[in-house]
T-cell receptor, first 118, second 114 residues
Framework: DAGVIQSPRHEVTEMGQEVTLRCKPI?????LFWYRQTMMRGLELLIY????????DSGMPEDRFSAKMPNASFSTLKIQPSEPRDSAVYFC????????????????FGPGTRLTVL | AQSVSQHNHHVILSEAASLELGCNYS??????LFWYVQYPGQHLQLLLK??????LVKGIKGFEAEFIKSKFSFNLRKPSVQWSDTAEYFC????????????FGKGTHLIIQP
């Protein structure tokens, strides 16, 4: 089975540039999550979607960050303009979660995208 | 808002030693609890999870955890560790089931010496 797929695996860019991270959830899963991992703050939830609809984006750090899920098999996280403090590993995760309030399904994580902003 | 506290940031043990990693959460309502592991160079994998029922949960690779509601704790245990258990361990919590975002602790870096 293909797990959660993220691309690129590594991204190095310069401050001010636009960065787009991509995620393909596990086929059939209907919930998708974006997390960020840094040494200082650990793993933080940025945003998550149920059935392609954003449910909670309170973790998105600021307006420079945006996320979309145009269909059930694809999501993007965009940073525009990027800043050095955005350097982190960005993880995407998905779960089946047929019934959001009662589901006991596991979140499966992708390999992450390591972003370095110079 | 909920939060998760992992007491030990770095733990070093010898093979065959017993392991207990502490995890406390702050939220008074119903929570779901998880332990994830991140082996070097790999992505996060679920070790075990608690949603309801028996507070002693058994997971993969011989790990178990006990939910103690009165102490707001969900400590991870393994009776005898192996060198291959060297990894980063994360405790996490959510409220809304599989479709809810996770709040993670800062992680515990476990090193097992042969």
């Amino acid at each position: 089975d293909a797990g959660v797929i993220q691309s690129p695996r590594h991204e190095v860019t310069e401050m001010g540039q636009e960065v787009t991270l991509r995620c393909k959830p596990i086929s059939g899963h209907n919930s998708l999550f974006w997390y960020r991992q840094t040494m200082m703050r650990g793993l933080e939830l940025l945003i998550y979607f149920n059935n392609n609809v954003p449910i909670d984006d309170s973790g998105m750090p600021e307006d420079r960050f945006s996320a979309k899920m145009p269909n059930a098999s694809f999501s993007t996280l965009k940073i525009q303009p990027s800043e050095p403090r955005d350097s982190a590993v960005y993880f995407c995760a998905s779960s089946l979660a047929a019934h959001p309030r009662t589901s006991t399904d596991t979140q499966y994580f992708g390999p992450g995208t390591r972003l370095t902003v110079l | 808002a909920q939060s998760v506290s992992q007491h030990n940031h770095h733990v070093i043990l010898s093979e065959a030693a017993s392991l207990e990693l502490g995890c406390n959460y702050s939220y008074g309502g119903t929570v779901n609890l998880f332990w994830y592991v991140q082996y070097p160079g790999q992505h996060l994998q679920l070790l075990l999870k608690y949603f309801s029922g028996d507070p002693l949960v058994k997971g993969i690779k011989g790990f178990e955890a006990e939910f103690i509601k009165s102490k707001f704790s969900f400590n991870l245990r393994k009776p005898s560790v192996q060198w291959s258990d060297t990894a980063e361990y994360f405790c996490a919590v959510n409220q809304g089931g599989g479709a809810d975002g996770l709040t993670f602790g800062k992680g515990t870096h476990l090193i097992i010496q042969p």
